[in-house]
């Protein structure tokens, strides 16, 4: 009887060894098939595996419906290129079709490591539920964490709580909103493992990075329809080293009055720095433009650090140009004394860009305007 349990013991033990040996090799070969370098290939682990398998299945479906269409035309173009000069021609032609394969992939690699560089960003492609379908490789630049710890994983997991309602309602994609391709444009935190001196922190001593999203809502009807949002994140700067001659900086209260403002404002918009003090930044938007004012002041808030997008800021006499603030909340250095551990914020810092000339600068759409115009 004894015998008899050993043997079956034994069985059992070589079954699950064998069950073991063909795990390892199915993900042995799962990961090869990964288009990610041999390096990155051998250190994944068995979820890791599954996760990025996942991410990459679900981005050969958004793209299937392009792929097949240039798939179709080749197929074309040989089959055309097989009848009008028979066999030896096709031979000829299919090793001019790798050699030009191998040349369009090179170009396209070199095109695409030159858009992140100026992208001074990365790409992310979330789907409707937020899962992060696809990141670009130069993310770990930017957060300090690579392509592979990211892809595959919910976006919620690495943002702020605050900011998850704001993302939700990005998420939400009608199918009218699906369609049209329509915009987002929207700030949120989420997490960094990159030091103030650039380097790579422990995950569990991250901070909060603020990002730029913008992007669209995109569709694949092929093989069924999939809908998920395009986004390129870009990180907002504490600071603008590189500020050109359409430039000017300023501070603000937290109710966005002027505390402080460059001289430069008076050859961009005509006002002495001395007269905008104690006034709002709100007496200088077009009234049509007051709502990118609120959600760029909103954010500050709540984030600390905003853009506010394209808005209208009027010119003393009359007209209009087209700006763009990025704007941070600088805390004070001292604590309260109710709250040793705290930080209010010390005034608001912005730095606005000028993007065109003056508008319609015999038009005065405010009494101020007008005023001043006559007065001067």
């Given at each position: 009887?004894?015998?008899?349990?050993?043997?079956?013991?034994?069985?059992?033990?070589?079954?699950?060894?064998?069950?073991?040996?063909?795990?390892?090799?199915?993900?042995?070969?799962?990961?090869?098939?990964?288009?990610l370098q041999p390096c990155i290939r051998d250190n994944l682990d068995k979820p890791s595996v599954i996760r990025l398998t996942l991410s990459y299945i679900r981005m050969h479906t958004l793209l299937k419906e392009n792929t097949g269409k240039k798939a179709e035309t080749r197929h074309t173009v040989g089959y055309q290129q097989v009848v009008e000069g028979g066999v030896e021609?096709?031979?000829?032609?299919?090793?001019?079709?790798?050699?030009?394969?191998?040349?369009?992939?090179?170009?396209?690699?070199?095109?695409?490591?030159?858009?992140?560089?100026?992208?001074?960003?990365?790409?992310?492609?979330?789907?409707?539920?937020?899962?992060?379908?696809?990141?670009?490789?130069?993310?770990?630049?930017?957060?300090?964490?690579?392509?592979?710890?990211?892809?595959?994983?919910?976006?919620?997991?690495?943002?702020?709580?605050?900011?998850?309602?704001?993302?939700?309602?990005?998420?939400?994609?009608?199918?009218?909103?699906?369609?049209?391709?329509?915009?987002?444009?929207?700030?949120?935190?989420?997490?960094?493992?990159?030091?103030?001196?650039?380097?790579?922190?422990?995950?569990?001593?991250?901070?909060?990075?603020?990002?730029?999203?913008?992007?669209?809502?995109?569709?694949?009807?092929?093989?069924?329809?999939?809908?998920?949002?395009?986004?390129?994140?870009?990180?907002?700067?504490?600071?603008?080293?590189?500020?050109?001659?359409?430039?000017?900086t300023s501070q603000h209260s937290m109710d966005m009055r002027f505390t402080y403002c460059d001289e430069k404002v008076t050859s961009l918009l005509g006002y002495s720095a001395e007269e905008l003090l104690g006034r709002s930044i709100y007496d200088l938007c077009h009234a049509l433009d007051t709502n990118c004012l609120n959600k760029n002041h909103m954010n500050l808030c709540?984030?600390?650090?905003?853009?506010?997008?394209?808005?209208?800021?009027?010119?003393?006499?009359?007209?209009?140009?087209?700006?763009?603030?990025?704007?941070?909340?600088?805390?004070?250095?001292?604590?309260?004394?109710?709250?040793?551990?705290?930080?209010?914020?010390?005034?608001?810092?912005?730095?606005?860009?000028?993007?065109?000339?003056?508008?319609?600068?015999?038009?005065?759409?405010?009494?101020?305007?007008?005023?001043?115009?006559?007065?001067?």
């Amino acid at each position: 009887m004894t015998a008899d349990k050993e043997k079956r013991r034994a069985i059992s033990r070589e079954a699950a060894r064998k069950r073991r040996r063909v795990e390892s090799d199915v993900f042995g070969d799962l990961s090869r098939l990964l288009p990610l370098q041999p390096c990155i290939r051998d250190n994944l682990d068995k979820p890791s595996v599954i996760r990025l398998t996942l991410s990459y299945i679900r981005m050969h479906t958004l793209l299937k419906e392009n792929t097949g269409k240039k798939a179709e035309t080749r197929h074309t173009v040989g089959y055309q290129q097989v009848v009008e000069g028979g066999v030896e021609l096709s031979d000829c032609d299919g090793g001019r079709d790798e050699e030009e394969k191998e040349r369009e992939s090179f170009v396209a690699s070199e095109e695409t490591n030159m858009y992140l560089r100026i992208l001074e960003g990365f790409l992310m492609i979330l789907s409707t539920e937020g899962d992060m379908i696809f990141l670009s490789d130069n993310v770990g630049k930017y957060m300090g964490l690579t392509q592979t710890e990211l892809m595959g994983h919910n976006i919620f997991e690495y943002t702020h709580p605050c900011d998850h309602e704001e993302i939700r309602n990005n998420l939400r994609l009608p199918a009218e909103e699906v369609w049209c391709g329509e915009k987002r444009d929207f700030v949120m935190r989420i997490k960094s493992a990159l030091t103030h001196r650039g380097r790579s922190a422990n995950f569990k001593s991250a901070t909060w990075k603020v990002l730029h999203c913008q992007g669209r809502a995109k569709v694949s009807v092929a093989p069924f329809p999939v809908s998920c949002l395009f986004l390129t994140c870009r990180p907002l700067p504490l600071s603008h080293t590189l500020l050109s001659t359409h430039t000017f900086t300023s501070q603000h209260s937290m109710d966005m009055r002027f505390t402080y403002c460059d001289e430069k404002v008076t050859s961009l918009l005509g006002y002495s720095a001395e007269e905008l003090l104690g006034r709002s930044i709100y007496d200088l938007c077009h009234a049509l433009d007051t709502n990118c004012l609120n959600k760029n002041h909103m954010n500050l808030c709540m984030k600390s650090q905003s853009v506010s997008g394209h808005y209208r800021m009027l010119v003393r006499g009359g007209g209009y140009v087209w700006v763009e603030s990025h704007s941070a909340v600088i805390p004070s250095v001292r604590t309260s004394k109710s709250r040793p551990g705290s930080h209010r914020p010390l005034c608001i810092l912005c730095v606005t860009y000028v993007l065109s000339g003056v508008e319609q600068p015999s038009l005065q759409l405010s009494l101020d305007q007008t005023l001043r115009g006559y007065l001067s």
